[in-house]
């Protein structure tokens, strides 16, 4: 049995509940056909122009991403444009596109404790709770975790280095040799929430595009903060296909699982 576009959203919104998801935050069914039998998956991170031709080129009916496709309305559909050529060739080849974002963020065994496993934190406990009267209180934005063994800041950062295989992260800290065990964690921006991290009493904070001026608010306050990047979120497409794969058996759904091959970091590092 083929499932269809809806039912695949429907399990979707089953493990990542939209009312988790914060307020604005564009989830869901992004563009296509609800009804369409889908036959094959491409999980991604980002939707951009090369990786929907990588869906086209491996004939997925439907892609699962991390980020929106869209965050806000196109005002026009120009094919001059990338932005909005790549809509077009969505529609064309009939390809549906799904966005779990912060929904995925703030639930349990989601995006941030992918983040924290990878790290290889244990005793992780939830930091930063989203209070929401239509919601649990189970919803948070953080992952907070010891470190099986202490271990520098700057050793930290080496290992966080390796643990997300990037070539490059930014460090921010005035105690490179302090011993550290407790670690926070929040994927993508969350530059904004360190004084949530303090109250937690973590001794480093690890999280993406910290700004200029929140990073001196930071170190003013003794935290150190290390910021591997905003693409480490593509763990998405390691840690998802398991989850759905179990279902599809469970359900006794025909669909093949791809994950994008493609990196959509934008940011490059020179020496």
């Known amino acids: 049995m083929r499932p269809t ?4 959203i429907d399990f979707m919104d089953t493990i990542f509940p939209p009312a988790n998801a914060e307020p604005d935050d564009p989830i869901g069914l992004q563009i296509g056909n609800r009804a369409q039998t889908v036959r094959r998956i491409l999980v991604t991170l980002d939707v951009r122009p090369e990786v929907v031709q990588e869906a086209i080129e ?9 980020h929106p496709l869209m965050f806000r309305p196109a005002p026009q559909l120009d094919y001059a444009d990338p932005q909005q050529r790549m809509y077009m060739e969505l529609i064309k080849h009939q390809i549906s596109v799904f966005a779990a974002h912060t929904n995925l963020d703030e639930t349990p065994d ?21 209070p929401k009267s239509f919601q649990l209180p189970t919803i948070y934005l953080g992952v907070i ?19 997300f295989s990037v070539d490059g992260l930014r460090l921010m800290t005035q105690q490179p040799d302090q011993l550290i ?12 929430f360190y ?30 903060v290390i910021d591997p990047g905003h693409h480490i979120e593509a763990i998405i497409k390691q840690k998802l296909p398991p989850i759905l ?27």
């Open 245 to 271: 794969q179990a279902a599809f058996e469970q359900a006794d759904w025909q669909v093949d699982l791809l994950s994008s091959q493609l990196s959509t970091d934008p940011f490059q590092f020179i020496n």
């Open 5 to 8: 576009v809806q039912q695949i």
């Open 195 to 224: 004084p949530e991290v303090l109250q937690a009493k973590a001794q480093v904070f690890v999280t993406g595009d910290v700004y200029y001026h929140t990073a001196h608010d930071m170190l003013a306050n003794g935290l150190s």
């Open 110 to 130: 989601g995006m941030n404790h992918w983040l924290a496993d990878q790290l290889g934190l244990i005793e992780q406990q939830p930091f930063n709770l989203r």
């Open 181 to 192: 065990s407790r670690v926070a964690v929040i994927g993508g921006d969350g530059g904004k």
């Open 58 to 66: 491996v004939g997925a009916d439907l892609i699962i991403a991390h």
């Open 145 to 163: 975790g010891e470190l099986p063994q202490m271990m520098t800041v700057h050793q930290f950062a080496d290992h966080c280095r390796t643990a």
